[in-house]
């Protein structure tokens, strides 16, 4: 990729995905436009839909998820994902089957057959049916005292498994931890939709928020076949822009590049992001916003762990942590290299204003 074409597909990307501009009016707006983003980092998941919203609030998010509007489960790649409750369901049909039968070796480890994963489902409906909500230990007690170990990593396993599969789903957040509950109960709404439909659905929406993109982001994102991605390209391309660079086919909404027109001052300013965020996760090729040379200092020895970012002008320029407790509690942020006067500057009053 040319430096400054590259650089004005991650400015794109930061108005596709609603980081400059206009934000969505609620949190549940925000999660189901960008269908699906990344979780397990659970206070870096709130800041990143906080962002996305016009009022900036982690509360609102927390709110959303107490009322049902927005879950956190497996959907995709075996990783935990924020969602729109009524897109679990057809979701996870359409995305979770590969993780799954991935994991068949890691379950043939742990020792849980297909007997003990039944059981422990059957197990799981009684304790939680009639709308009831419990903490990841006291599901796990009432797999021990049902005679189902969980043992080491087991009972970890048997949550994601029995959620992958559709019965469980994490719920409302009390005592500062997420209540699991019963799929079916706490999502009584959720869309179902054939593969096809599904497939065409996910393809539109993914580059309606994300792009432009390509189809291999497209798959990264969803652990989807190359040719189930074919299949929901095809269906949504009509409705879709494209563009090409460097022999790369890129997809986005028609609207992006005049949002990015109107929203280019604000683009070209400082931004924090958590780390884990959709704009460095969403894509399997990241250069764009992330000079392959400093890859590495974003996820140390390709340890899996993504630190917060900062962002200039589309570009990822360094990182940043929180230091310090309380109300003495400031920001120290890393350049790749150095730091711009003016982003220097600017990263104080960027971090003050940080949801």
């Known amino acids: 990729m040319a430096g400054t074409a590259e650089r004005e597909i991650a400015r794109l990307r930061l108005v596709a995905q609603r980081l400059c501009g206009h934000g969505h009016e609620t949190a549940a707006d925000a999660v189901r436009w960008l269908t699906a983003l990344q979780g397990q980092d659970y206070p870096g998941a709130l800041t990143s839909v906080a962002l996305r919203t016009e009022d900036g ?28 409750a009524e897109d679990l369901p057809w979701l996870l049909q359409v995305t979770a089957t590969r993780a799954v039968a991935g994991a068949a070796g890691r379950r043939a480890q742990l020792d849980l057959d ?21 903490r990841r230990a006291e599901l796990q007690a009432a797999w021990e005292d049902a005679g189902v170990s969980v043992a080491g990593q087991r009972g970890n396993h048997l949550i994601r ?31 179902q939709l054939e593969r096809p439909e599904a497939l065409g659905e996910l393809a539109l929406r993914f580059f309606r928020s994300h792009g432009p993109a390509t189809h291999k982001d497209l798959a990264r994102w969803t652990g989807l ?6 299949t929901g390209v095809a269906a949504a391309r009509p409705e879709l822009a494209t563009l090409e660079l460097d022999g790369a086919e890129y997809l986005m909404d028609p609207s992006t590049p005049e949002l990015l027109e109107l929203y280019r001052e604000r683009v070209a300013g400082v931004h924090l992001l958590p780390g884990f965020d959709e704009f460095i996760l969403g894509y399997q090729d990241r250069r764009a916003a992330v000079p392959a040379e400093f890859a590495d200092h974003i996820v140390p020895g390709g340890n899996g762990v993504f630190r917060p970012t900062v962002v200039s002008d589309g570009r990822v320029v360094g990182t940043w942590k929180h230091s310090g407790t309380g109300a003495k509690r400031t920001v120290r942020a890393t350049p790749f290299t150095t730091f711009p006067a003016e982003v220097s500057d600017a990263i104080p009053g960027v971090y003050a204003a940080l949801p």
């Open 161 to 191: 498994h029995l959620a992958q599969t559709g019965t469980l789903c994490f719920g409302p957040v009390a005592g500062g931890e997420q209540r699991i509950v019963l799929l079916d109960e706490w999502i009584p709404r959720g869309r």
């Open 114 to 134: 297909e007997a003990t994963l039944e059981n422990a489902r059957t197990v799981a409906v009684r304790v939680l049916s009639g709308g009831r909500q419990l």
């Open 225 to 230: 076949t190359i040719t189930d991605v074919r």
């Open 57 to 84: 609030s982690r509360a609102k998010v927390e709110e959303a998820m107490n009322a049902g509007e927005v879950v956190r489960s497996w959907p995709m790649r075996g990783t935990l994902h924020l969602v729109a």
